[in-house]
């Protein structure tokens, strides 16, 4: 019965030391473990390569389009200027077309004189064209009419305030007052007669 009982526990200490799993499953549990390391120190490492490339790619692309392109440039003024000069163009016409139209709506014709009476230069057959000098620049200012005296303030040429009268010369002698009557002035100047009315 003794002898029995010393066996049992030596045969429990086999079991625990040798009844696991055999020595080759071990080794093959400890390299799939080493392989997964492996593995993923690899993958570890090409993405980092993969990310450095995609950046320097970046990089590249960043310098590619910071360099200015000489013709781009070039095109780029050209346009700038033709706008530029479009834009000034436009800004001068409709200058020009506000003061003709303002020059049209405030100016004052002196000379009230039909189309009919402008003279007419006509050449003769074998003669030479003369063109005859403009009348006198006449504005009425004033009229004054009593039972005396006939008198009306005008500007003559630019020259404000001129009181004239029937009969009074000017432009030199050449222009004389002929009439003055409540509502124009006429003067007669190379033959011919003109009314400036009031």
Request: charged share 25%.
């Amino acid at each position: 019965m003794a002898e029995a009982k010393k066996t049992a526990p030596v045969s429990r200490s086999k079991q625990m030391r040798g009844g696991g799993e055999p020595s080759s499953k071990k080794l093959l549990r400890i390299v799939l473990l080493v392989a997964c390391c492996a593995g993923s120190v690899y993958f570890f490492w090409t993405t980092m390569q993969l990310l450095d490339q995609n950046e320097a790619a970046m990089q590249d692309a960043q310098m590619e389009v910071r360099v200015p392109d000489p013709v781009a440039e070039k095109e780029k003024k050209d346009i700038e200027e033709a706008e530029q000069g479009l834009s000034s163009l436009t800004r001068a016409s409709s200058q020009a077309m506000r003061v003709a139209f303002l020059a049209e709506v405030q100016s004052k014709f002196p000379l009230d004189i039909p189309m009919a009476l402008v003279p007419s230069v006509a050449p003769s057959p074998g003669s030479d064209i003369v063109i005859e000098p403009d009348p006198p620049m006449v504005t009425v200012v004033a009229i004054m009419i009593t039972d005396a005296d006939r008198a009306a303030i005008v500007s003559i040429d630019g020259e404000d305030g001129v009181l004239v009268r029937q009969g009074t010369k000017f432009s030199g002698g050449s222009a004389r007052i002929t009439k003055i009557d409540a509502r124009s002035v006429t003067f007669t100047w190379m033959r011919k007669s003109y009314q400036v009315s009031l």
